[in-house]
């Protein structure tokens, strides 16, 4: 098939494009490669993809839609996944405009770009951050997502709105997925499990907000990227309505629109975390306890019941697993010239 991805270069953009191009896709990438943190990841990243003749990259931003249009030229996409946003809670405190041109007028250029090309399947990338401080557990899709706490929340909400609107008028089959806590090799460095190792590895403490006591749902980028790609088979319709769809707000009975949370619903405490990460390095962390961030939530808690009624699959590799590899992969990249 032929897939057009935005955020390439980005940590989940890149895992999703190298698995559909290792099983003999054709991608066309698209990214900004913006400094919110070190290029040269990115661009390393995409060097890896571009190892291969099924993929080809755009480098240009969001707002610009000649250059989406130029993309879209290339790849003729069955499917579209957005993946390139402004990510980052705390980010959007310092710099809130990248966050409205990345992911309000970026995600509107995609839509208008759906509009016209007339994917079977549009992909849209959102975030357990919509779920605000929700004090009933585990999140569930149907939940309301009205009062986020953050920017960077509203703007995907934002996302997720228009794109039902979109739907609704073009019928531009559409699925809005949240990530919950996504972590792994080729990770950012601004997300908890990167800076941890980072600050163990060189001897300095560890900043520890809310005390510790806080829980998030860490999803493994294997398990996201799988279920991403199963999800890319099961474009919404009333063909594939499921008990699960329940509220018109999961799986609209107005629009071929259906929004899917992907987590495994197994929420990990804070201070297990980091003794997670203490194992895996073999060495203890200066602790730095710290309060509350602004904009920061005390849970997330995936219900993967959705995901799993439609694909038959839900996120299971274990913190251990899975903070284990990243650290192998910390290893090879920073201290043994590069890891593929």
């Known amino acids: 098939m032929r897939y057009l991805i935005t955020g390439t270069a980005g940590f989940i953009g890149f895992h999703v494009a190298k698995r559909l191009i290792d099983d003999g896709h054709f991608v066309v ?25 099924g993929f080809k990259a755009v480098t240009a931003m969001l707002e610009d839609r000649a250059a989406l249009d130029r993309a879209a030229g290339l790849a003729e996409p069955e499917v579209i996944i957005h993946l390139a946003a402004q990510a980052g809670v705390r980010y959007s405190l310092e710099n809130p405009k990248a966050y409205m041109d990345s992911n309000v007028v970026g995600s509107w250029n995609i839509l208008e770009l759906a509009k016209a090309v007339a994917p079977k399947h549009l992909m849209l990338a959102s975030t357990s951050s919509i779920y605000g401080a929700n004090e009933k557990i585990p999140f569930v899709e149907t939940d309301r997502a009205d009062e986020p706490m953050t920017l960077y929340a509203a703007t995907k909400k934002s996302m997720e709105l228009m794109a039902h609107s979109y739907a609704h008028l073009h019928k531009v089959p559409t699925t809005a997925f949240r990530f919950f806590t996504v972590y792994g090799p080729w990770g950012r460095p601004d997300m908890a499990l990167f800076k941890f190792v980072e600050a163990i590895h060189n001897n300095r403490p560890i ?11 860490f999803t493994y980028i294997d398990d996201l990227v799988e279920g991403i790609l199963r999800l890319s088979h099961v474009a919404p319709s009333e063909d594939n309505r499921v008990a699960a769809d329940a509220a018109d707000d999961t799986l609209s009975r107005h629009a071929p629109f259906r929004v899917v949370n992907l987590g495994g619903g197994q929420p990990v405490d804070l201070m297990t975390f980091v003794e997670t ?9 200066i602790r730095n306890m710290l309060p509350m961030q602004k904009g920061d939530v005390p849970r997330t808690y995936a219900s993967p019941e959705l995901l799993e009624a439609l694909t038959g699959f839900k996120p299971s590799i274990s913190i251990e697993e899975g903070v284990g590899r990243f650290v192998k992969w910390y290893a090879q990249y920073y201290h043994a010239g590069g890891a593929d």
């Open 277 to 285: 990460v203490e194992q895996a390095l073999g060495r203890p962390a």
């Open 29 to 53: 990438g698209f990214d900004g490669m913006t400094p919110y943190y070190d290029v040269t990841l990115k661009e390393r990243r995409h060097a890896i993809l571009e190892r291969s003749n």
């Open 207 to 217: 900043d520890i907000y809310g005390e510790g006591r806080m829980s998030r749902d």
